[in-house]
Nanobody
């Protein structure tokens, strides 16, 4: 069982930056692939980024590539999402997710077993 708690959301102007954190419970954090997803009102949950258990492999959604960076600190059981050059269209609730056996389906929200409660990110124009 893994419990996830996100933090770091808030209100920022377009062009600004935020860093989201997701703290995980449990002693085998490094065994889990971690993902970030976002969901805007009236839209489906969208893949943002994912990172392998070791941190050696990362993947990004098309709309955030080059602007967002996912990283993890396994000693702190925490995964991060550094968000730069934010745009109003990035406004959404951001969720972190975890799974042990996701393989190449890291961009599919339904493949993740564990989810945090979400943190709101609002980007003003």
């Amino acid at each position: 069982q893994v419990q996830l708690v996100e933090s770091g959301g808030g209100l920022v102007q377009a062009g600004g930056s935020l860093r989201l954190s997701c703290a995980a419970s449990g002693r085998t954090f490094s065994n889990y692939i971690m993902g970030w997803f976002c969901q805007a009102p009236g839209k489906e949950r969208e893949f943002v980024a994912a990172i392998s258990g070791s941190g050696g492999s990362t993947h990004y959604g098309t709309s955030v590539k080059g602007r967002f960076t996912i990283s993890r600190d396994n000693a702190k059981n925490t995964v991060y999402l550094q968000m730069n050059s934010l745009k109003p269209e990035d406004t959404a609730v951001y969720y972190c997710a975890a799974d042990r056996w996701i393989g190449n389906s890291y961009a599919v929200s339904g493949e993740y077993d564990y989810w945090g409660q979400g943190t709101q990110v609002t980007v003003s124009s």
